[in-house]
């Protein structure tokens, strides 16, 4: 009978977790991507003939929780779950914004100039970051500085 120790045991148990993370697809979990097309489909399932649940626009982030083929499952900040085509998504740095009348700024201090400000839901590119405060892009092109707190 074969004894195990400490380190025996620890590689074992690597392997068996290793094993279901390749069966199940769950190495996918918290990889962060974004939508690169203008709108996208989510879909109930892993292909076209499954029904559209919702759309999203342009850098919308999701998590990646499961692969199956050409699809992968994704999770949103609201944690929806849906798929989508991986043609459609990109590994970006994005931001939603998940609080209303969210003020984007001309430079990165609460004092500065208000751009513009956006309800819960809108998505940006991230171009830069400094200290708590992220510079952002959205996709018909305006840009400015929204406080860390304000988006997923």
Known sequence: MKRWNRRGIIHMMTVIVAGVLMVTGSAF??????????????????????DVLWQV????????????EDWYKIKDFENDVAWI???????????????????????????????FTVETGVPFRVLERNGDWIKIEHADGDIGWIYKTLVW
Do not use: F, W
Request: glycine fraction near 4%; aromatic fraction near 4%; proline fraction near 5%.
């Open 85 to 115: 085509h991986e043609s459609l998504l990109a590994k970006m740095t994005s931001v939603i914004t998940i609080k209303n009348k969210c003020n984007v700024r001309s430079k990165p201090d609460k004092n500065s100039r208000i751009l």
């Open 57 to 68: 626009e342009q850098y919308h982030p999701v998590i990646i929780i499961e692969k199956k």
């Open 29 to 50: 979990s918290q990889e962060r991507y974004a939508v690169k097309s203008s709108i996208a489909n989510l879909r109930s399932g892993p292909g076209t003939k499954y």
